[in-house]
């Protein structure tokens, strides 16, 4: 079993930065892919970025040139940068692990992020 926590959210005007990351514990060894996805208030959980273990990202169209994802220390923290933060980058974000990108095998518990107008 694999646990992913993460931290880092928050409330931030339009236009800020923030940074989340996630710590994963367990049987880490068995990660391949990680990634974020988020969920806005009465909408649908959505993608937001991946990287493999060979470390080719993928971004959702709508946070391409804003978000940055990387990975550190053997693939036991997760990191998103987020600049440039606009309203509808509010939302509850979770950090996702697997043996491939999608879909993956673990999700963490989420961390609010909220950006005002």
């Known amino acids: 079993q694999v646990q992913l926590v993460e931290s880092g959210g928050g409330l931030v005007q339009a236009g800020g930065s923030l940074r989340l990351s996630c710590a994963a514990s367990?049987?880490?060894?068995?990660?391949?892919?990680m990634g974020w996805y988020r969920q806005a208030p009465g909408k649908e959980r959505e993608l937001v970025a991946t990287?493999?273990?060979?470390?080719?990202?993928y971004y959702a169209s709508s946070v391409k040139g804003r978000f940055t994802i990387s990975r550190a220390n053997a693939n036991s923290t997760l990191y998103l940068q987020m600049n440039s933060l606009k309203p509808e980058d509010t939302g509850v974000y979770y950090c996702?692990?697997?043996?491939?990108?999608?879909?993956?095998?673990?999700w963490g518990q989420g961390t609010q992020v909220t950006v005002s107008s």
């Open positions: 990287i493999s273990s060979g470390g080719v990202t």
């Open positions: 367990g049987s880490i060894f068995s990660i391949n892919a």
């Open positions: 996702t692990g697997g043996r491939v990108t999608i879909p993956p095998d673990y």
